[in-house]
């Protein structure tokens, strides 16, 4: 896709857009933090909250009133297929971490990207309790609260994040790096790897792309990938949101963590 001037405003008004629905739905959800917001659970084991649900439907007021011809896809609202049809497609998810959430920790952010034909073009991160905002579009920096952020290089010590299952099949130096404590949000994880904070993670199969559109193009304009099985990187917005087993991070790192899930099932 051509970064030509009438497409590099189109995409930042979209960032514009996501990036103001994204802290206000991040306030929504701060009344409810801490607050015993109502939970249960869907899919047997899938804990939702009430601030999940308020904060989904705000978005898909707000976001679907300015682009009417968009497709919606998020978490917490059932899929409608008529989206296939969009030529863009906002990917939400209200409450990316809510198992965090629900436990009063801060790593929990709102998630939304708009995709088009698969691919990413824009992307918002906006986590309250941590005040920290992530956003990029597929023809900017990455940023951190305005400033820019690259992922790590060359680590000796690689700090890596994921299942310790997947982490025990991949090479020496990556199984003898430092334990990193498990991080509920997918989204939050990957833009630790795109600020330097992880140089990579595993991410187990059964992933969507709620969890994964919006961080996907933020890491990928601070210099990283995710990538799936096939050492390709993962469409969104497909027909299935379902994903197997990934990994995300940078350089030969990334190459030898894509080599371990290389013979994994999608």
């Known amino acids: 896709m051509p970064a030509n001037d009438a497409l590099l405003a189109d995409l930042e008004a979209d960032l514009r857009l996501?990036?103001?629905?994204?802290?206000e739905a991040g306030e929504i959800a701060m009344r409810h933090f801490r607050n015993d917001p109502?939970?249960?659970f869907k899919e047997g084991s899938s804990p939702v909250s009430e601030a999940d649900i308020a904060v989904d439907e705000f978005l898909r007021r707000e976001l679907l009133s300015a682009r009417s011809d968009y497709g919606w896809l998020s978490e917490e609202t059932a899929d409608n297929r008529e989206r296939l049809k969009a030529?863009?497609?906002?990917?939400?998810?209200p409450i990316d971490g809510t198992r965090?959430?629900?436990e009063g920790k801060p790593t929990w952010c709102v998630s939304i990207a708009v995709v088009e034909?698969?691919?990413?073009l824009v992307g918002v991160l906006d986590c309250p309790a941590k005040q920290e905002i992530y956003e990029a579009t597929l023809a900017s920096d990455a940023l951190l609260n305005g400033e820019k952020i690259t992922v790590s290089a060359n680590p000796v010590e690689p700090r890596i994040a994921g299942p310790k299952q997947m982490i025990s099949l991949a090479p020496p130096y990556i199984r003898q790096g430092p334990v990193i404590p498990y991080v509920p949000s997918l989204a939050y994880r990957i833009a630790m790897v795109a600020n330097g904070q992880l140089d990579a993670t595993f991410v187990k199969p059964n992933s969507h792309d709620w969890d994964l559109a919006a961080a996907d193009v933020i890491l990928r304009r601070a210099g990283g990938k995710v990538l799936d099985t096939n050492g390709a990187a993962p469409l969104y917005a497909g027909e299935n949101p379902r994903h197997g087993a990934l990994v995300a991070g940078s350089g030969k790192l990334l190459g030898d963590m894509a080599g371990v899930i290389s013979g994994?099932?999608?």
């Open 117 to 120: 034909n698969g691919i990413s």
């Open 38 to 40: 109502e939970t249960w």
């Open 18 to 23: 996501i990036r103001d629905a994204a802290r």
């Open 264 to 266: 994994m099932e999608s």
């Open 87 to 93: 030529r863009r497609t906002f990917v939400v998810d």
């Open 100 to 102: 965090a959430f629900i």
